[in-house]
């Protein structure tokens, strides 16, 4: 559970980092609620790594030219997975991985489904894997005991 000022002083880095990142002229997205192709992406926002990969989600985003038009427009929002702050569990059953290569077709899979990924001590997280997950917001767990 953050505190108000913790939660305001992350916003503002957000802030900060979005308008180095988009251009100048670009005009802020107003909307009341998404449409139906709107990209809505579920992020946890627990801690500074945490708000590190949702800046580096934003600027693998940013790097293309439709994406951040889509970014700009509203085409493509963030909202927070769990605002309840109660740290329950939310959403959907996560995609387990026990053993073996966790690759960037299981990510994109996790990320078409609106999964989380958990992942076994003795799963392996390819690069790839781990960059794709970072640009498609897939929040990934790694699971200590079997």
Request: no cysteine; hydrophobic share 45%.
């Amino acid at each position: 559970m953050t505190d108000p000022e913790t939660s305001a002083a992350l916003r503002r880095m957000v802030r900060e980092v979005l308008a180095e990142v988009l251009p100048r002229d670009a005009a802020p997205a107003v909307a009341a609620a998404p449409a139906a192709d709107d990209d809505v992406r579920r992020v946890h926002v627990r801690d500074d790594h945490d708000l590190a990969d949702l800046v580096i989600q934003v600027l693998n985003l940013a790097e293309d030219p439709a994406r951040a038009a889509d970014l700009r427009a509203g085409r493509i929002r963030f909202r927070l997975a769990d605002a309840s702050g109660t740290g329950a569990p939310s959403g959907p059953e996560p995609l387990v991985v026990d053993r073996g290569a966790v690759t960037e077709r299981l990510i994109q899979r996790a990320a078409r489904e609106e999964r989380p990924l958990h992942i076994g001590p003795r799963a392996v997280l390819t690069p790839l894997a781990r960059d794709r997950a970072r640009a498609l917001g897939v929040d990934i767990q790694r699971r200590e005991t079997q």
